[in-house]
Structures are given as C-alpha cells and as structure tokens.
C-alpha cells in the first residue's frame, strides 16, 4: 500500500511565524504535491515537484516555498504565516514523472494562524 | 487552465437509492477524470477513474461516465449505504502536465 505521511495532524501558529509541514511517502514516487482545501474552493494547487530539487508553481503559490532535497519528503514553507493561510494542506503523490498517474493524498494538516 | 465545475454542492438520499454527481471541464485536452473521496478528517481517497478513450467504467456499485464532447464526466452510486456518506471530489488532468484540477466537492448524506 503507498503511504503517505505528513509530520502534523493540527498545528496552531502565530502570525509572522515560519512554519514547515512535512510530507513522506514511502513508494519511490517521482512525484510529489502541495494542495490547499478550503470550503467551498475544493483543492488548490500550491506547488508541485517531478523531481528531486526540483519545483514548480501550482495555481496558489504566493506567501509559500517548497523544498525537496530526497525523493521522499517534500516540505512546504510558509515563510511568514498570515491569518489567511489558516486552513487544511494536503500533500500527495504519483508514481510517474510524466502522465497523468493517480494521485495518492497523506491525512492532512490543519493549520490554525492566530 | 484548465476549469471543474461540480455540482451538487451538497446530497442527501435515503439508504439504498442512487446518488448521481456531475462534473463539467474546460479544456478538451484533459484526458484523465478520478474521483476522490474524503471522509471526515482524512485525505482523499481514490475510488474510481476513467480515461478518455472510455465511455463508462463500473465498479460494484460506482459507475463512471464520460461525455467528450459535452466535456462533461459524472459519477453514480447505486444502492447507498451510510458508509457512502463523505465529501466526493472529481478532477481533470491533461496527460502531459499530471496537474490535477478539482472540483469544490459534493457532500453526500445517506440517510439510514
């Protein structure tokens, strides 16, 4: 079964804070997501990576960065958290570097900016 | 980019009937359409996809269908139970991008 993790369930953060969420799948995927969801908006493309160090803008990259060092792990980065970064982020992965392959989410972390 | 539209927003269907959700895209390059479902305080599940060299697919009791030409894909489930219960995502992808573009979801209650 692929298995993705992600390092927190719920996280409360403070405005101005620089907050990392981790994400690890344990498939050897080449690819690797960051969705945002919020009510009634669905899931928003964040960034996305095909490939170790490298990155690519999704639909909502601003006020975010990402890394990925190992195939494994993605982070994303909020440099300086806002209020309107509260929300749930999901990560995801597929097996392929190109085609469109299924998408396989972690449980989610739920970000509170206070 | 590419556009889903989903609709309904929101389902509710006694136990054992049949639940329909609809999704529209815009770029007729998309090639892909899974469907996701999200139970409660967990992430999307994938439950069905269908490519578009194909019409319809079944599985047990979820069906998908596939109108290229209309651009639109909608998803069925036949005799409910109150396990369907959960928020349904659809989404499209053009084979040569891997993006996947979601719809805003369908909260669907089954009602015992």
């Known amino acids: 079964d692929v298995k993705v993790t992600q390092s927190s369930r719920y996280l409360v953060k403070r405005t101005g804070e620089k907050v990392f969420l981790e994400c690890v799948q344990d498939m050897d995927h080449e690819n690797m997501f960051w969705y945002r969801q919020d009510p009634g908006l669905g899931l928003r493309l964040i960034y996305f990576s095909y490939d170790v160090k490298m990155k690519e803008k999704g639909d909502i990259p601003e006020g975010y960065s990402v890394s990925r060092e190992k195939k494994e792990r993605f982070s994303l980065i909020l440099e300086s958290a806002s209020t309107n970064q509260t929300s749930m982020y999901l990560c995801a992965s597929s097996p392929s570097g190109r085609g469109a392959d299924t998408q396989y989410f972690g449980p989610g972390t739920r970000l509170t900016v206070l | 980019g590419e556009n889903v539209e989903q609709h309904p927003s929101t389902l509710s269907v006694q136990e054992g009937d049949s639940a329909v959700i609809k999704c529209t895209y815009s770029?007729?390059?998309?090639?892909?359409f899974p469907w996701y479902k999200q139970e409660l305080g967990k992430g999307p599940q994938l439950i069905i996809d269908i490519r578009s060299n194909v019409g319809e697919k079944k599985d047990q009791r979820i069906a998908v269908t596939l109108n290229k030409t209309a651009k639109h894909f909608s998803l069925h489930i036949t005799e409910t139970q109150p396990e369907d219960s959960a928020v349904y995502f659809c989404?499209?992808?053009?084979?040569?991008?891997?993006?996947?573009?979601f719809g805003t979801g369908t909260s669907l209650t089954v009602i015992p």
């Open positions: 770029d007729s390059a998309s090639n892909y």
């Open positions: 989404a499209a992808s053009i084979n040569t991008g891997n993006q996947f573009y």
